[in-house]
């Protein structure tokens, strides 16, 4: 495995634990909210989902890369899909992803080019599997910080705080609800973060380098107009090598995030697999 491709794999590996959110919309209001309300709702909404006792979440990742290798110009991707629900009461959570690779780097690694996960975050004890080869078998690390830090919902929420701009889009019905769509023009440094958090290769490119060739990032949420929960968001960023100088393996990058929450407040109740309670022990 080369440099290259270890760095995207340990990327791969970091997306296991790091995603995002949403939820629900009530009543169409009879006017459309003041510039200067926009502020507040993208608050109330993000407090909202903070505040929630627990919910159900799916995140699809899509990360698409035009690679320069010695000869001619590949293309590489990986999406990520994920499913999860978080206990937000008890402070437990429990996600499946599945993680797709595609492109000339995975061509000859096998096992790595699909591969399922499973992670559980129970009181005291992170829980983990994946099918990978060499990986196939359940581990536990104690969780020596507090939820919130395993939160990817949270996490990303986090991202919203400060925006450069706020742009009111329109009224939207989302699953069954009317909700206000927002977009949402991250500040600097929350773009820094976002994209070390999703982009496939942090161990290769680092943000000084991509920032003056990267796009805005734009944030789209459903605000739901009745309880202020969050249905949906999704977020992207092109990066666009003119000058590939400083970054010489990539002419292009594509990062996509899409994000839904549901079944705010409702019980629910997460069970460690019998498979996992013999898990051993690792330390990071």
């Known amino acids: 495995m080369n440099k290259l491709t270890r760095s995207v794999f340990t990327l791969v590996l970091a997306m296991a634990l790091a995603l995002p959110v949403f939820t629900g919309c009530g ?32 995140i699809e990742t899509d990360s698409s890369f035009a690679v320069n290798t010695d000869s001619e110009e590949e293309d590489m991707s990986a999406t990520m899909n994920i499913t999860g629900t978080a206990n937000l009461d008890d402070s437990e959570m429990q996600i499946s992803y599945d993680m797709n690779l595609s492109g000339y780097l995975f061509e000859d690694e096998e096992g790595l080019e699909a591969f399922h996960g499973e992670i ?129 393996d990539f002419d292009t990058m594509t990062l996509d995030v899409a994000m839904v929450l549901s079944d705010y407040n409702k019980p629910v109740t997460i069970t460690l697999p019998d498979e996992a309670r013999d898990a051993e022990e690792v330390t990071v």
């Open 27 to 58: 009543g169409k209001p009879s006017a459309t909210p003041a510039e200067q309300d926009l502020p507040q709702i993208l608050d109330d909404a993000v407090s909202a989902v903070e505040n929630a006792g627990s919910y159900k979440f799916v």
């Open 120 to 248: 559980y975050i129970l009181a005291d004890w992170t829980y983990k599997k994946t099918d990978m080869p060499g990986d196939d078998q359940w581990i536990k690390i104690a969780s020596d910080v507090s939820f919130d830090q395993y939160n990817v919902i949270v996490i990303e929420l986090t991202l919203l705080e400060l925006p450069e701009n706020i742009e009111f889009i329109g009224f939207e019905n989302f699953d069954g609800s009317e909700c206000y769509v927002v977009k949402v023009i991250a500040n600097p440094e929350n773009t820094e973060t976002w994209f070390y958090n999703h982009q496939m290769t942090a161990n290769a490119i680092y943000w000084p380098e991509v920032e003056p060739y990267a796009g805005e990032l734009a944030f789209t949420v459903w605000v739901d107009t009745d309880t202020s929960l969050i249905k949906k968001m999704d977020a992207s960023m092109l990066i666009d090598f003119d000058d590939p100088a400083d970054v010489p």
